[in-house]
Structure formats: structure tokens, C-alpha cells
């Protein structure tokens, strides 16, 4: 029968390991403070606060802050979290303040009377009264719900009217406002977001949605961006070719072409003074020739609102640059 070798050295080190890890373990739940009766020694432990010294006890049973249920995955969190909206900048009290529902019915669903539907219409008043204290919250309740009206009309995210919004706060905050029309400046602010965040929206598009008109909208652009000193890179005419490539539904083959004419037009600088969205809708409708797809110049007039004569002027500037360089290339 094999005997078994028993090290008493070892096992005196990893008793005295283990101890000294309780010890350690011990004093890391451990904190020490003053007492406010002896001055003694305070220990904090197990959620219990006491005096070494008097036994005086200052704390315990400790309010737990987090949430009363559990949750094991992350669907379980969001559908056991009762947490309010989070804060935006698209709301001018960033939505921190509360809302009376319009709906005159009871928690139970039952119609309020006629008495008690006139005590909340009186409180809804108020309620708005203090929300929108003076004219500078009341400008901005106006200005942001007209860039919200606007984005929501051509379909620009979320994110880059939160933009929109922090460039608006800021026109007011440096009194840019004096002298111009809310629209307008809320208009401008929403055509520098999308310049920034690089979304395929023109400022023709958004004086269509707008309630002023191109020439107002460009004259407060201008005067906001100088005013503000916001970077503005030149616009990108490559931003707008796949979203009226897929309004024209062309064909692939079509769309790599025309990115192809554009791409080069701008190493060349074609671009140069030249409107994105006439550039855009020219490399299109050359794209099409050149792999012989039926698309007319109405056609892509029609579905991109540029005139006919810019598309005949720009496709032929990029068909001849590429004309150009094709023959350079093969003599080369």
C-alpha cells in the first residue's frame, strides 16, 4: 500500500498565505474614522458603523441606492428599468421638466367631469407659462421646434439635429439673434449641421421646407457660420451621388461610372465653384451614357430639381476631363 509524504512545511506556508489574505480582506471592508462622542476609533463593517472604544453605533443598515430587481441580460435590464426620457438638446429645457397629458381621462381610464377638466386646462396653462419663463426660452422652444419640423420633412437623423440644435444655442448664447427672423437662423443652423455631420441635404432642400426663402437662408448661413467661426469643409458632391443614385434606380455598373467621372472632376477641380448637386446629377446622367442605360435629361432633372442646362454643361466638363486622361493615359 503506497504511503502518502505529508509536507508539514508546506502546509504551515499556505496556512499562514491563507491567513494573511483573510487579514487583508478583512481590513479592505474595514474603514476607520473619529467618533463624535469619545473620539475613539470608528469601524465600518458589514454595513455597520461603530466605536471601538464606546461601542457607540453611527450607521447601519445603510440605504441600498441601486434598483430593487435583478436582471441577467441586457433585454431584462431595459424592460425592468423605469427611467425617464434622457436629456436632448432638441427640447429648450433639454426634457427635464414634466408634461400634462392633453387626454382628459383618470388613471383608470374614465372620462374627467366637466369640473375637474377645467382645473387641469387651468394647470396645463401654467404649466406652459413655466416652462417658457421669458423671451429667450420662448425663442428657443419656437427655433427648435422649427428645426425638428425640418428635419423630420427631409429625413435628416437624429443626431444631426442635436447638432443643429448646440449650433442655435450658441447664436443665442453670442446674441446673434437681434435683427434676424428665428427661421432664418434656425434654418441656418440646421444647413451648418448637416455640413458638419456630412449628410446629403442642400440648402435649396431646405428652403423648400422652410418658411423663408433661398436667399434669406443663404444670407443667415453666412452670417453664421462668420459669426461663429465654424469650420466648414467645402461640399462634398460624392456625398450626394448614392442618394440619387437609388432615386433614379440606376444600376450598379452606372453608379461605380459616375463615382468614377465625379472622383476624378474633383482631383482635375471641376468642382470648383460648382454647385454638389448639379455635379452629382451630371456624373449620373454621364455615367449612363457611357454604359448605355435609357436615362434622358428630364429624367434626371425631374428626380434631382436641377435644370437641364446645368446637367448638359457639367456632364460634358467631366466626359471631356475623362476624354482627356484616357488618351494621356494610353500615350503614355
Not at 392633453?102 to 401654467?126: E, I, P
Not at 422652444?141 to 447638432?163: N, Q
Request: hydrophobic content about 30%; charged content about 30%.
Amino acid at each position: 500500500m503506497p504511503h502518502t509524504k505529508f509536507d508539514s512545511t508546506s502546509s504551515t506556508a499556505e496556512g499562514t498565505k491563507a491567513q494573511s489574505t483573510s487579514e487583508r480582506t478583512d481590513q479592505s471592508t474595514e474603514t476607520t474614522t473619529t467618533c463624535p462622542e469619545c473620539d475613539g476609533r470608528l469601524i465600518v463593517r458589514n454595513d455597520q458603523t461603530h466605536c471601538e472604544d464606546c461601542g457607540l453605533v453611527v450607521d447601519e443598515d445603510r440605504i441600498d441606492h441601486g434598483p430593487e430587481w435583478r436582471a441577467f441580460n441586457a433585454t431584462e435590464k431595459n424592460e425592468k428599468s423605469r427611467v425617464g426620457a434622457p436629456t436632448t438638446n432638441m427640447l429648450h429645457d433639454r426634457g427635464l421638466s414634466t408634461t400634462i397629458d392633453w387626454k382628459n381621462k383618470d388613471g383608470y381610464g374614465s372620462t374627467l367631469s366637466a369640473r375637474k377638466r377645467q382645473q387641469f386646462q387651468r394647470l396645463r396653462t401654467w404649466d406652459e407659462r413655466f416652462r417658457t419663463r421669458d423671451a429667450t426660452e420662448r425663442n428657443l422652444k419656437h427655433a427648435l421646434g422649427e428645426i425638428d419640423r425640418m428635419g423630420s420633412a427631409l429625413g435628416i437623423p437624429d443626431a444631426t439635429l442635436e447638432t443643429a440644435s448646440v449650433i442655435y444655442r450658441r447664436a443665442l448664447e453670442e446674441d446673434l439673434l437681434p435683427g434676424r427672423s428665428i427661421e432664418g437662423m434656425a434654418t441656418a443652423a440646421l444647413n451648418a449641421a448637416v455640413r458638419q455631420t456630412g449628410v446629403p441635404r442642400s440648402i435649396d432642400e431646405l428652403a423648400t421646407v422652410s418658411r423663408i426663402d433661398y436667399l434669406e437662408a443663404a444670407r443667415a448661413y453666412r452670417y453664421l457660420v462668420r459669426e461663429l467661426e465654424l469650420p466648414m469643409a467645402p461640399p462634398d458632391p460624392l456625398e450626394y451621388l448614392p442618394r440619387y443614385a437609388s432615386a433614379l434606380e440606376i444600376t450598379a455598373e452606372t453608379e461605380r461610372r459616375a463615382h468614377d467621372l465625379l472622383e476624378g472632376g474633383m482631383e482635375a477641380g471641376l468642382h470648383s465653384g460648382k454647385h454638389p448637386v448639379g455635379l452629382a446629377a451630371a456624373a449620373i446622367y454621364a455615367g449612363s451614357r457611357l454604359t448605355g442605360e435609357t436615362l434622358t435629361q428630364d429624367d434626371v432633372s425631374d428626380a434631382i430639381d436641377v435644370s437641364k442646362v446645368t446637367i448638359r454643361n457639367r456632364y460634358q466638363e467631366l466626359l471631356e476631363h475623362e476624354i482627356t486622361t484616357s488618351d494621356s493615359t494610353a500615350a503614355d
